[in-house]
């Protein structure tokens, strides 16, 4: 079945520092990729998405371009701040319009 | 605030007993998710409705019901309750049924069950 794969984390960083966080999926067709966010005590909140290859999403810094060729929707911010410290989700949207997560990477950012 | 409300925050009950999780979507939303998330299964996506009909179906297990009332607010119910059914659970809502429209997630109920 369609699955997402990211991963683990918890990736610490320093401020103003380059982040990726990897991601890699697997599904028949051509599903819909995510990036969601989700700060402490809270609910997930939608980041970025792209829905067809070569897409690229871009918010908030952080950027994730739909990858075809090698199943890939990594996230990347050129400079990370305090603020960004929260746990990020890569997801898919397969046929039946429901979301598969990844399990999810920790970032902590540093002062 | 993503406007998608979820009730009680924390739950805390016994084995064996029954409870009922509520979610009211954000306004004109006709699409509910249910989600659980626990540390060693991360989100696992259980039940979709759209517009009071059950629309997709995930992870649930027997043990646990879901419905979606003519004015949209949805209920999940687990019951027979097991230890490892202590996560967070989350409902979510959406315009339509698509990705053309952005999943809006509640902040969440905290199930712990002794």
């Known amino acids: 079945g369609n699955s997402v794969t990211q991963m683990e984390g918890p990736v610490t960083l320093s401020e103003e520092a380059f982040l990726t966080i990897n991601c890699t999926y697997t599904?028949?067709?051509?599903?819909?990729l995510f990036w969601y966010v989700q700060y402490p005590g809270e609910g997930l909140q939608l980041l970025l998405k792209?829905?067809?290859?070569?897409d690229k999403g871009s918010n908030k810094g952080f950027e994730a371009t739909y990858r075809k060729e090698t199943t890939s929707f990594h996230l990347e911010k050129g400079s990370v701040q305090v603020s960004d410290s929260a746990v990020y989700f890569c997801a898919l949207e397969d046929s039946g319009y429901a979301l598969n997560f990844g399990k999810g990477t920790s970032l902590l950012v540093t002062p | 605030d993503s406007g998608v409300t979820q009730t009680p925050k924390h739950l805390i009950t016994a084995t064996g007993q029954r409870v009922t999780l509520r979610c009211s979507p954000r306004?004109?939303?006709?699409?509910v998710y249910w989600y659980q998330q626990s540390l060693d299964q991360g989100l696992q996506f259980l039940i979709q409705?759209?517009?009071?009909?059950?629309?997709a179906k995930g992870n649930i297990l027997e043990r646990f019901s879901a419905q979606q009332f003519p004015d949209l607010h949805s209920e999940l119910n687990l019951s027979s309750l097991e230890l490892g059914d202590s996560a967070l659970y989350f409902c979510a809502s959406r315009r339509g049924g698509g990705h053309n429209s952005p999943l809006h997630f509640g902040n969440g109920t905290r199930l712990t069950v002794t």
């Open positions: 306004s004109g939303d006709l699409s």
């Open positions: 599904a028949t067709g051509y599903p819909s």
């Open positions: 409705y759209y517009n009071g009909e059950e629309r």
């Open positions: 792209a829905t067809k290859a070569d």
